[in-house]
C-alpha cells in the first residue's frame, strides 16, 4: 500500500490516503505520477507520495505538516518559535539539547528543560 498527501493552496497536509499499489504500477515498476493520478481522478487537488519509513519526502506527512518543494520534504508543525530546523532531518530541534536521563518538557519562555516529576 502507498500513501499520498494531498497539499492545499499554501502546501499544508490537509488530508492522507491509502492507495493500492496495483494503482501505482506503470510498465512493472511503481510510479508516483501514475499514483497522483489515480488521486487527483478520486479527488482532485494537489498530491504528493508520503512513506512511514521516511525514505520519501523525509517524513511522514501528517495533517498540517506543510510540504517543502524545495528540500522535498514534509514538515512538522514548528513546535516552538525558538526551534530551528534540522536541514538533514527537516525535523524541528531545540536551542539546547533535552537531557538524556529522566522525563523533560520544553519551556519556552525560559529556553530550557524543565523535568516532569509523579504529579507535576
Known amino acids: 500500500?502507498?500513501?499520498?498527501a494531498q497539499i492545499d493552496?499554501?502546501?499544508i497536509v490537509t488530508q492522507i490516503?491509502?492507495?493500492s499499489d496495483a494503482e501505482l504500477i506503470d510498465n512493472g515498476t511503481e510510479s508516483e505520477a501514475k499514483g497522483i493520478a489515480f488521486c487527483q481522478s478520486l479527488l482532485n487537488g494537489n498530491w504528493k507520495?508520503?512513506?512511514?519509513?521516511?525514505?520519501?519526502?523525509?517524513?511522514?506527512a501528517g495533517i498540517g505538516y506543510t510540504y517543502d518543494a524545495g528540500r522535498d520534504a514534509f514538515i512538522p508543525p514548528q513546535p516552538y518559535p525558538s526551534w530551528m530546523i534540522d536541514e538533514a532531518t527537516?525535523?524541528?530541534?531545540?536551542?539546547?539539547?533535552?537531557?538524556?536521563e529522566g522525563m523533560y518538557s520544553?519551556?519556552?519562555?525560559?529556553?530550557?528543560?524543565?523535568?516532569?516529576?509523579?504529579?507535576s
Open 106 to 119: 520544553w519551556d519556552e519562555a525560559t529556553q530550557t528543560w524543565i523535568e516532569v516529576t509523579n504529579g
Open 90 to 100: 527537516c525535523q524541528w530541534q531545540p536551542p539546547v539539547p533535552m537531557p538524556t
Open 9 to 11: 493552496e499554501n502546501n
Open 17 to 19: 490516503i491509502v492507495v
Open 1 to 4: 500500500m502507498a500513501h499520498f
Open 49 to 60: 507520495q508520503t512513506s512511514y519509513n521516511g525514505n520519501i519526502c523525509k517524513n511522514y
